[in-house]
């Protein structure tokens, strides 16, 4: 069992995905769902300064993942890690991958070859890390662009491999880019063609993949 304490936080203004009734939150992860989209503005404003161009539906609020620590920083005060994910993935014993041991050993944690992505990614709480979008100098207008512009997959990530902080990124999410994936679930644990990974991203096929 873990020692830290983490959560997902999930800002969702839309429609809940058809499978919502069969996800489930990975095992020892609190959850913060945030569907209010009027308060996430105020929030926006708030802790920000600047006015949040999204709409409901609207895929822009991917483009606030790294800001998440400050916009919620009241809600996760006691957590050790916070971090984002995505409804359409499935996961297995996350705790085997992700232990106290490995995440002691880091500031940010991504599931994904080279760059902080969305459907996994784990920060340390703390002021530094809460505050590390601020130091790419165009961030402003990052989150002003009224399009969703993947920021957070480039010139954040580029901004994290420059701050000296202790990063890693893992690939234990098994082939996601598959539109029909094979998978099973058996005690708790995830498989993939017969091999056991951490998680799976269905982002390809968008159906419940179990």
């Known amino acids: ?25 990975p095992v020892g992860y ?13 929030r926006v404003k708030e802790k920000l300064g600047i006015d949040y161009p999204g709409t409901e539906g609207s895929g822009k609020v991917w483009d606030y993942r790294g800001c998440l620590g400050l916009l919620y920083e009241e809600e996760i005060k006691g957590y050790d890690f ?3 994910t ?22 940010v944690h991504s599931n994904h070859i080279d760059y902080v992505n969305g459907c ?17 100098f165009e961030w402003r207008e990052k989150l002003t662009d009224p399009e969703a512009n993947g920021w957070i997959e480039k010139e ?21 880019y ?5 998978l099973e679930k058996i005690d708790g644990k995830l498989y993939q063609d017969f091999e056991e990974i951490m998680m799976f991203h269905f982002r390809r096929s968008k159906k419940w993949p179990l």
């Open 86 to 107: 995505d409804f359409d993935c499935v996961y297995g014993d996350v705790n085997k991958w992700v232990t106290d041991e490995f995440l002691s050993q880091l500031d």
């Open 178 to 182: 598959t539109t029909t994936p094979i």
């Open 82 to 84: 916070w971090g984002h």
């Open 156 to 176: 954040f990530t580029e901004t994290l491999e420059k701050s000296g902080l202790r990063y890693k990124y893992t690939f234990w999410q098994g082939n996601p």
């Open 30 to 42: 609190d959850w913060l769902l945030d569907t209010d989209l009027d308060k996430f503005r105020i």
């Open 120 to 136: 996994w990614s784990l920060y340390r709480n703390t002021p530094r890390v809460n505050n590390l979008f601020k130091e790419f």
């Open 1 to 25: 069992m873990s020692n830290l304490k983490k959560i997902m936080i999930t800002p969702y203004f839309g429609k809940f995905p058809e499978w919502m009734d069969k996800y489930e939150k």
